[in-house]
């Protein structure tokens, strides 16, 4: 005790051990167990390359020949973020670092999602919205939103109709084109190019079946089915549609003829019609109109031969890009659709609008199943990727949105580098130490993705007393695994947050801030000049 | 949509059966076409008994339609003779509605079925762990009878050899017996079709994919809940197990 000083100095050279000219206690002096590839000056060089490609930036005021929306279905901001890990996982890489194709656009915005009557909405109005310049009621097509629910009568939907994007495009001597991986008669592929105040009159039989519910006489509802809109466009519409792919072809096909791929099925239509036969007759038939349903066929396609193409690849909605099948009895990929669609429409020299959905990264959320919506969103990057490459940024904008977002969290502490469908690991506090799960408060592992609500719920029941399930990193990162939910829901459901929107090219500038989702149509409007 | 809680009951007791983990059995025999009816009685732990209504199953190569013509309700399985892929059918008359299921959308719910077990009610591959005890007859048919316990419950199981099907499964726990009986075997699978089957043009059809944008029809609302209370859907992994029925 007679020299507590220097003892006390004894003591710290012992705990401690010298790193360069510091010191550091011997605890953290081991490497860190995770950590990126940068080096220190990365950080530096990245954030000064980012200004310099700012300060290169010029409005580009042009008339915009060519417009592309592209809406992700579904696809929030964390959608987009836990897809562009995945992808860079994929890649070999960390995973956070890395961008999805459309996330280096020069311009990005929030969209506000909300319609005329609902906080957090269905894909009807929101696309509405971004197709019409209108927002609208649930589950409405691009009507106004005095449109009353149910209103079947063909006239009155007529006077409340309000003209799309696609349809003005069609007027000004565009070539057009829809192209989904949903039903090319769901909401939002629809909205480009139906009216109607039920989106789920898709074929004629629910409009049947809607009659004979409420007691109206058969027949008594005048408006058409969306499939026979698509069919029975106005004459600009008629030439300008060169293209419209994605599924739901039972709701093309009369009820006597069977499915060419599932032949114990038929289609649903009680009108007799066969509208793929009438797309192709009432288009200049055989020798410009061609109709397909496989990989095959739609491969066998020459855009430079072909006017007008319809392709249905499935009875109901495309399959998952997880389980599709890419052989010839397949599926065209997004990709593969974008790609022979832009073939198509660069002929009209007047230029064209085109419309792609990737529909089922919706579905995938829905479902709690996280794989299979990044899985989806992943080839829809791909689809854009596709897109951006085919033409000129100087006079092609392309608008990168979604309809509405999914209560889809990416949560805990995760190290950088950490599987996103993985098990959370966080950065242990002392460096060196190994990896390991984090726990909840009940010494259980869980995931970094998961959802606020669905089929994922696996909370207990009377009879089980366990609360949470002991997940496994083989189970999370398993295509069918659904993620943990909270709140016990059949079906996950949307979410109220902003969506973003990411612009290239003419007057991709006005793309900024925080929007209402409905301006998306009025960008569009001042880029082609209308 | 019934709400009975013995409908409910019958409902998972025979999920609980027939949604056994997903096995190929590429070697199992063809079994032959037979439509059976079936009942279903349970007993509580205070001794009271109920019986449920009778539960049909229809079995085809190619299909395999099980129904509770008490609530009008049917199940369409169809496998696809090129491809093996399972296609489901919901059918609920009274709503005059068919819920649609691709094979897709049964992998995502993982709800892929074993085909066999599906068309003999339980898997048979379950019978390799219980006990042959004994042989013996029905109607002309041969029995072979199965004892043991699986999960806790002792199971009894009396199985027609040639046609593939339980003559009887009875379940048992100290505090519930359940007891599946067949009732009828007819060769012919036309008339069960016919009835169970009757679905008109009218009906609206939805594709299960949709029913997330259709939380506010009454009748999604009703199904999701049903199946919710049958936790009719299993979960990929970490499953905390659970049936209705015990």
């Known amino acids: 005790m007679k020299h507590p000083i220097v003892r006390k100095t004894c003591a710290l050279a012992v705990a401690f051990a010298v790193t360069g000219t510091s010191f550091v206690p011997a ?17 530096w060089t990245g954030g000064q390359n980012f200004i310099r490609q700012g300060k290169q930036l010029y409005a580009n005021t042009r008339r915009a020949k060519n417009v592309i929306l592209f809406i992700g279905d579904g696809m929030g901001v964390s959608t987009v973020s836990a897809a562009r890990i995945f992808d860079g996982q994929n890649q070999g890489k960390k995973g956070e670092e890395h961008m999805l194709s459309f996330e280096t656009f020069p311009y990005v915005a929030l969209s506000k999602t909300y319609s005329w009557d609902q906080q957090t909405s269905d894909s ?14 649930e589950g409405q097509l691009s009507v106004n939103h005095t449109t009353t629910r149910g209103e079947c009568d063909a006239a009155v939907i007529a006077s409340k109709s309000l003209p799309t994007i696609l349809e003005q495009a069609a007027a000004a001597g565009k070539s057009t084109g829809v192209v989904s991986t949903a039903r090319i008669t769901h909401a939002t592929p629809a909205a480009t190019y139906a009216h109607t105040s039920v989106r789920d009159w898709e074929a004629d039989n629910n409009i049947r079946a809607f009659e004979a519910a409420y007691g109206l006489p058969a027949g008594s509802c005048t408006v058409k089915d969306i499939a026979a809109q698509l069919i029975d466009v106005s004459p600009a519409v008629r030439a300008s549609l060169k293209v419209a792919m994605g599924g739901g072809r039972s709701y093309f096909y009369p009820n006597s003829v069977f499915d060419p791929e599932n032949t114990s099925s038929r289609g649903v239509r009680t009108d007799g019609r066969h509208l793929p036969n009438e797309w192709v007759s009432t288009r200049g038939g055989a020798s410009s ?27 109901s909605h495309m399959q998952y890009e997880a389980d599709r099948n890419n052989g010839p009895t397949g599926e065209p990929s997004l990709t593969a659709m974008t790609e022979k669609s832009i073939q198509m429409l660069k002929k009209n020299s007047n230029g064209f609008f085109l419309h792609v959905e990737a529909g089922r990264i919706d579905h995938a959320h829905h479902a709690g199943n996280a794989k299979r919506a990044l899985i989806d969103t992943v080839e829809f990057a791909k689809a854009i990727k596709k897109a951006y490459e085919m033409t000129d940024p100087n006079d092609t904008l392309i608008l990168v949105s979604a309809d509405h977002s999914h209560v889809f969290t990416i949560a805990g502490y995760p190290a950088r580098g950490n599987p996103i469908l993985g ?12 990896v390991e799960n984090a726990v909840d408060s009940l010494g259980l592992p869980y995931t970094t993705l998961g959802y606020a609500n669905g089929p994922g719920w696996r909370g207990s029941l009377p009879t089980n007393s366990a609360v949470r399930p002991t997940l496994t990193e083989a189970q999370t990162t398993a295509v069918d695994f659904l993620q943990e939910a909270t709140v016990p829901l059949g079906s996950e459901t949307h979410a109220g947050e902003d ?24 960008v569009m409007k001042e880029a082609f000049g209308f | 949509m019934s709400k009975n809680g013995l409908s409910l009951l019958l409902f998972g007791i025979i999920t609980s059966i027939v949604n056994g983990p997903v096995t190929a059995h590429d070697d199992a025999p063809d079994v032959p076409s037979m439509s059976a009816r079936y009942r279903l009685e349970v007993t509580d732990e205070e001794c009271r008994t109920r019986q449920g209504p009778e ?8 299909r395999v339609v099980t129904a509770i013509p008490a609530l009008d309700q049917a199940e369409v399985w169809t496998r696809d003779a090129d491809t093996g892929e399972v296609t489901l059918e919901r059918l609920f008359h009274a709503q005059r509605r068919v819920i649609e299921y691709t094979p897709g959308e049964l992998r995502t719910r993982n709800a892929e079925p074993d085909w066999h077990a599906l068309g003999s009610v339980l898997d048979p591959d379950s019978l390799k762990t219980l006990e042959a005890t004994g042989t013996g007859e029905w109607r002309g048919r041969p029995v072979t009878m199965y004892r043991g316990t699986i999960g806790g419950e002792r199971i009894e199981v009396d199985w027609l050899s040639v046609e593939r099907l339980p003559l009887r499964v009875d379940r048992s726990t100290r505090r519930s017996r359940s007891v599946l009986t067949l009732l009828a075997l007819d060769p012919s699978t036309q008339r069960a079709s016919d009835e169970v089957q009757r679905v008109t043009p009218l009906y609206i059809r939805l594709d299960s994919a949709d029913f997330g944008d259709m939380e506010s029809d009454p009748f999604v609302q009703a199904v999701e809940a049903l199946d919710g209370r049958n936790r009719r859907w299993a979960h990929g992994g970490g499953h905390v197990h659970a049936h209705a029925a015990h």
């Open chain 1, 423 to 434: 098990l959370v690991k966080e950065v242990p506090n002392v460096d060196g130490d190994p």
């Open chain 2, 55 to 62: 539960w049909w199953l229809i079995r085809e190569s190619s």
């Open chain 1, 499 to 522: 969506v973003a929107i990411y612009a290239s090219g003419p007057k991709a500038y006005l793309v900024r801030g925080v929007m209402e989702q409905n301006w998306i149509y009025h």
């Open chain 1, 124 to 137: 009807a109005p929101t696309m509405t919205a971004m197709v019409t310049g209108y927002k609208g009621r």
């Open chain 1, 27 to 43: 605890a953290f002096a081991a490497q860190p167990a995770t950590g990126g590839p940068e080096s220190v000056q990365d950080w």
């Open chain 1, 289 to 315: 109109a061609k109709y397909v349903w496989n990989k095959a066929d739609f491969d066998a396609v020459n855009p430079a031969s072909t006017e007008h193409l319809l392709g249905l690849f499935e009875r």
